[in-house]
T-cell receptor
Framework: GAVVSQHPSRVICKSGTSVKIECRSLDFQATTMFWYRQFPKQSLMLMATSNEGSKATYEQGVEKDKFLINHASLTLSTLTVTSAHPEDSSFYIC?????????????FGDGTRLSIL | GQNIDQPTEMTATEGAIVQINCTYQTSGFNGLFWYQQHAGEAPTFLSYNVLDGLEEKGRFSSFLSRSKGYSYLLLKELQMKDSASYLCAAMDSNYQLIWGAGTKLIIKP
């Protein structure tokens, strides 16, 4: 089945550090990837939709200059949290849509737990 | 606006049956999805309904009524490992998923 690899799985760093999270579709082409954030005991919150070769579409309230998204190929999207602060600590999850269509709207990576000290 | 409603928490007994309800309001409709999410992990796909009726997959079944904007996930022969959050998501006319807040299911021995 379709596999999405997300790396790293956990990051602990100091305030002011920039953190890059990678999301790769391993055995399918993903023209669209999604980035979510999930705070404890809350549901997934869509941050942005990333289309290969074009600028990401950010949801209302998400700062595009703080959360930089690059989707340079059909198998890789990256999210960079710039100058991270403790309030950015959260569980970040990426997902990818199989361009061929396989009955599932999105395949999820395992998530990245980001802790800013 | 677009909205998904599901109970915040439910408790059931090991070996029993539980039904988790979900109502939705979306701009257009392209299917209703259920996901399971264990604490600290990403969601995993359980089921997809786009036509009215019941879809059965092992111990899990999912039902959809498009006219009522209603779905449920039925879990039979509950096991302790079924303790998780269950997320209902509806796909709108733009093929975007609208997520519910999730139902935390607690299984007791």
């Amino acid at each position: 089945g379709a596999v999405v690899s997300q790396h790293p799985s956990r990051v602990i760093c100091k305030s002011g550090t920039s953190v890059k999270i990678e999301c790769r579709s391993l055995d399918f082409q993903a023209t669209t990837m999604f980035w979510y954030r999930q705070f404890p005991k809350q549901s997934l919150m869509l941050m942005a939709t990333s289309n290969e070769g074009s600028k990401a579409t950010y949801e209302q309230g998400v700062e595009k200059d703080k959360f930089l998204i690059n989707h340079a190929s059909l198998t890789l999207s990256t999210l960079t949290v710039t100058s991270a602060h403790p309030e950015d600590s959260s569980f970040y999850i990426c997902s990818a849509r199989d361009a061929t269509g396989d009955g599932q709207p999105q395949h999820f990576g395992d998530g990245t737990r980001l802790s800013i000290l | 606006g677009q909205n998904i409603d599901q109970p915040t928490e439910m408790t059931a007994t090991e070996g029993a049956i539980v039904q988790i309800n979900c109502t939705y309001q979306t701009s257009g409709f392209n299917g209703l999805f259920w996901y399971q999410q264990h604490a600290g992990e990403a969601p995993t796909f359980l089921s997809y309904n786009v036509l009215d009726g019941l879809e059965e997959k092992g111990r899990f079944s999912s039902f959809l009524s498009r006219s009522k904007g209603y779905s449920y996930l039925l879990l039979k022969e509950l096991q302790m490992k079924d303790s998780a959050s269950y997320l209902c998501a509806a796909m709108d006319s733009n093929y975007q998923l609208i997520w519910g807040a999730g139902t935390k299911l607690i299984i007791k021995p």
